[in-house]
């Protein structure tokens, strides 16, 4: 039997707090709605860690025990301890795993400091329609996704988007009040592999839409840790002698 990818869906676990429209839409929090799909693949192993637990959830432990961290934040980038944020990004560069990056944590610190730019990008919360489409047919990523799909409510963002160029664009979205955004980006950094996909504003439902459920589980097996390179770095002699 294979081994099953293990995944932690990190979460703030704050706007669910409070009363009100998020918490109607996701009351046991954006986290749960994520993890009970990825629950549900036969391939996937899923734990939860929100912002107000010790380490932030993220302890040595837990990060040594995770394959793909699943990441949306939002309301308080600020609070993550730079040192969590340090080594969420030292385990992509230098243990090979996979960060799958959601929505607003394009401003996340382990983002940041992986793509070394400020992330920053146009936005406007009008609840409109957004079609998203696949411009990298065939990507495992893409998986069972046809050529679009439609969320009928959601946030808009548009460009610029100051990010690293991406390595791969696989999805890209267009908007109802005219604005084109890179919605499903990659990059290899290090031994490990980023994936940033743009839906999920925390007043709609995005994350019950099949076909974002769909790609978040595609996302994850794409950003699953290839092995990490056995190099070491010292003073090194001739391999031909003297």
């Known amino acids: 039997m294979s081994k099953k990818l293990r995944v932690t869906v990190w979460n703030e676990y704050r706007h669910e707090k409070k009363p009100g429209k998020v918490a109607e839409v996701y009351p046991k929090g954006i986290h749960e709605?994520?993890?009970?799909?990825?629950?549900?693949?036969?391939?996937?192993?899923?734990?939860?860690?929100?912002?107000?637990?010790?380490?932030?959830?993220?302890?040595?432990?837990?990060?040594?025990?995770?394959d793909v961290l699943v990441w949306w934040g939002h309301m308080a980038h600020k609070e993550v301890e730079d040192t969590i944020a340090a080594?969420?990004?030292?385990?992509?560069?230098?243990?090979?795993?996979?960060?799958?990056?959601?929505?607003?944590?394009?401003?996340?610190?382990?983002?940041?400091?992986?793509?070394?730019?400020?992330?920053?990008l146009k936005w406007r919360?009008?609840?409109?329609?957004?079609?998203?489409?696949?411009?990298?047919?065939?990507?495992?990523?893409?998986?069972?996704?046809?050529?679009?799909?439609?969320?009928?409510?959601?946030?808009?963002?548009?460009?610029?988007?100051?990010?690293?160029?991406?390595?791969?664009?696989?999805?890209?979205?267009?908007?109802?009040?005219?604005?084109?955004?890179?919605?499903?980006?990659t990059w290899k950094r290090g031994a490990g592999s980023v994936f940033y996909f743009r839906p999920g504003h925390e007043t709609f439902p995005t994350y019950y839409d099949k076909n974002v459920r769909s790609v978040i589980a595609n996302g994850c097996r794409w950003a699953a840790p290839q092995g990490a390179p056995n190099v070491t770095y010292w003073k090194y002699e001739s391999i031909l002698g003297k």
Request: charged share 25%.
């Open 33 to 66: 709605a994520i993890a009970e799909d990825l629950r549900a693949q036969s391939d996937m192993e899923v734990r939860t860690a929100t912002l107000d637990e010790p380490e932030h959830g993220l302890s040595d432990a837990v990060l040594d025990a995770t």
């Open 87 to 120: 080594k969420v990004r030292d385990r992509v560069l230098n243990k090979g795993m996979g960060l799958v990056v959601l929505h607003s944590a394009h401003m996340s610190k382990p983002f940041l400091l992986l793509m070394g730019t400020s992330g920053a």
């Open 125 to 185: 919360e009008d609840g409109l329609k957004e079609i998203l489409w696949v411009t990298k047919p065939g990507h495992p990523i893409v998986k069972d996704i046809n050529d679009h799909f439609v969320l009928e409510h959601e946030e808009m963002y548009g460009e610029h988007f100051d990010i690293p160029e991406p390595d791969e664009l696989v999805l890209l979205s267009w908007f109802a009040g005219g604005e084109v955004f890179r919605s499903g980006c």
